[in-house]
């Protein structure tokens, strides 16, 4: 059984799916310091912990976009001169703070893909059957978008792409 909630350590619960076990550090334990399985363990704990930590950034800016136009949603809205700014700049932090949880949940899924290659096959849990290539076609949780084509909208940006020195248009 997972004891991350999805809703709240989307990270977290990842790795404990992913691999059966409840802390993301434990993938680096009892691995010689500098082992691959150790190096790459680290990763995974650690890109875990930055998309629990963007997560939770954007659970409280969107719970603070939410009491901003509570008012508004009620029909108090006449008296809120001098709010646009206030709610002009919350959209586009939302936004930002989506596309990197979003980059943070991909670089996970790529790390635990690398650990899951590490592995040798008599060693792989065996908390879900899979292909070896199956952990970076995994879906990401409700309201995260990944790759590297993302439309970010209103926001200035119109996708995150390779630099022009890799041959991108």
């Known amino acids: 059984m997972n004891p991350h909630d999805a809703t709240e350590r989307p990270g977290a619960h990842l790795v404990a799916e992913e691999f059966g076990i409840e ?34 950034q954007l659970t409280r800016a969107t719970q603070s976009a939410l009491d901003l136009l509570a008012p508004i949603a009620r029909g108090e809205h006449a008296s809120m001169r001098g709010w646009h700014g206030i709610l002009q700049t919350t959209g586009p932090q939302i936004e930002l703070l989506v596309a990197r949880r979003g ?25 879900r059957p899979r292909s070896p290539t199956s952990c970076t076609r995994a879906r990401a949780p409700a309201g995260m978008t990944t790759g590297p084509s993302r439309v970010i909208a209103g926001s200035g940006l119109s996708k995150l792409s390779r630099p022009a020195a890799f041959g991108s248009a």
């Open 23 to 56: 802390d993301p550090w434990a993938l680096s334990d009892n691995h010689p310091l500098r082992d691959p399985l150790d190096l790459v363990g680290r990763l995974v704990a650690k890109a875990a912990r930055d998309v629990d930590e963007l997560h939770g």
């Open 103 to 127: 980059a943070a949940y991909e670089q996970l899924t790529r790390a635990i893909s690398a650990y899951h290659r590490l592995l040798p096959d008599r060693t792989r849990p065996n908390a």
